[in-house]
């Protein structure tokens, strides 16, 4: 019997959780600004999934990345990076600072995850190449029977890299429920609308015909986040889907939806109001939480 | 010139080699893992998957998923041996050695089968003749091709106690023993025979006619041909490369791989650098559209064999 995901941190409500997710895209805001450069768009669509993983789901942290019995999370979509940096530092990895070198001569924080940045499992760019790896790493837990779980985030534009299904065929086949894929579903990329691009619809069928278990879940949603992380493995003997329904540019009216901010870096005034945005949303949720209390 | 080709005494393929010291390794380290893409009958490994069932990962006809596991593996502490056709490891998987293995720092060894022209009249589709020159650019990852069986035990033992990545490529056919010279350390060059005229640089399986043509000039004309086998092509042994210079007046490299960006190249871009002038020439399979024939009637075509070699050498004298 696979253990399921034990939840390490109970201590946060989900608004605690909805907090935190607004001051990680509040920094990933100021970050990407400083740098000039940055994947906005996808950054902040998968905030919430970051946020859920790293303070509720992964047994990792600063003093047990080199345990072997660590879970194992990898950015198989990388260029959202800047979201991964900001969660990373929030947990105490490195210290927030080191961001103001984002994509400057010399820094490990680039556009990209890179094994050179504490906390960071593999480096990725490429796409199509996250997903590989963490069924290889899956088979050598089950092969050292080990109890460790195995996490990536895919973009559904990334979806059409051919890897990605060579690597979900041999996840059934090799029955690992130990592995996790979730996907960033905000059905856009560079170029427009997933589905008139290439489209790769309806992605929970091909992946339960590829022998998956399939769950969709509102990706901005902390508690439908949290609820399926909790029921992983879906079915026994199978890898984990989880089509996290998101919304590119999440938290900034302007960027919602728009393939303009998908690596766009907001002006000045965008700044200004885009951190405002992000403000009013905090003090709304604040506001509730001391209406309830 | 008379050629003979009873001078050398049997061996084996080094690809029987490599499943012999596979199945030494595993029976000692169980972090062994051999991944194949349905690769194990042509890589002779069939014994090994009876042996050792819990340590190879089968992935079917999916090069690219072959080295993204393997990576994945290694990076949980397994010792990992990605097996396949050079041809298809080195282009269609060359992203994820580049980013999976050598940019990711997962030690994998990536073993590249029936390589050269091994295939021979399979056609282009199963050569490779690009594996030395991709690989060579890209970092972290040492590029192997052992001459001998000596030699390809040794790689793959040497190799499954780095931790890096390694890339070795050797092909099928069987290769007499070469030397009594028993050092064999990756990056350092193996002497196979002194000379003074002319040495022959030579790496893989080209080492064995290399060693044939220096044997013949030397009864048939007095010519003391000098054999080196270069079995790592990267980290190339820059220090026997100033010694062979300094020595030997007229240098020849010879390697089954295209003229462009291999060992040939390699050693050429060392000599300028340095200094050296002697009379080089590179041998290896011109920039064409590869003839068609078995592995043996190609090599032949192109000159990489005892007779091609020996007359490649008294033309240099001319």
Known sequence: ?293 | MKISNNRLKDGIANLEVFSATLQDLASKDRSIVVVTSDSRGSAKLNPFVEKYPEQIVEVGIAEQNLVGIAAGLASAGKKVFAVSPACFLTARSLEQIKNDVAYSDNPVNIIGISGGVSYGPLGSTHHSLHDFAVLRAINNITVVAPADNFETEMAIKQAAEMDSPVYIRFGKKPIPFLSDNGDFQLGKARMIKEGKDVAIIATGETVYPALEAALLLEEEQGVQVGVISMHTIKPLDYSILSEVAKNYPIILTVEEHSVFGGLGEACASYFMENGFTNKFKIMGIPDEYTVTGSQSEILDYYGISEKGIAETIMKLFA
């Open chain 1, 1 to 293: 019997m696979i253990r399921r995901i034990f939840l390490k941190n109970k201590k946060m409500t989900n608004q605690e959780l909805e907090i935190k997710s607004l001051q990680y895209r509040k920094k990933v805001l100021k970050y990407i600004k400083l740098a000039k450069a940055g994947h906005t768009g996808g950054s902040l669509s998968c905030t919430d999934i970051l946020n859920v993983l790293y303070n509720e789901v992964l047994n990792v942290s600063p003093d047990k990345f080199s345990d072997p019995d660590r879970d194992r999370y990898v950015q198989s979509k990388g260029h959202s990076v800047e979201a991964l940096f900001v969660v990373l530092a929030d947990k105490g990895f490195y210290p927030e600072s080191k961001l103001e070198t984002l994509c400057k001569f010399k820094s490990h924080f680039i556009g990209h995850p890179t094994k050179k940045v504490p906390g960071i499992e593999q480096n990725t760019g490429a796409l199509g190449h996250g997903l590989p790896i963490c069924v290889g790493t899956a088979i050598a837990a089950k092969l050292d029977k080990k109890s460790y779980k195995v996490f990536t985030l895919l973009g559904d534009g990334e979806l059409m890299e051919g890897s990605n299904w060579e690597a979900a065929m041999a996840a059934s086949h090799y029955k690992l429920d130990n592995l996790v894929a979730i996907l960033d579903y905000n059905q856009l990329q560079i170029t427009g609308a997933t589905k008139d691009v290439c489209n790769s619809d309806p992605i929970d069928s091909k992946f339960e015909a590829f022998g998956w278990a399939v769950r969709h879940v509102d990706g901005h949603d902390i508690k439908e986040l949290r609820e399926a992380f909790g029921q992983v493995p879906f079915e026994e003997g199978k890898p984990s889907f989880i089509i996290a329904h998101t919304n590119k540019g999440k938290g900034i009216s302007y960027m919602e939806n728009s393939i303009k901010w998908h690596h766009g870096v907001p002006n000045d005034e965008q700044y200004i109001l885009g951190q405002d945005e992000l403000d009013k949303q905090l003090e709304s949720i604040k506001n509730s939480e001391i209406t309830k209390r």
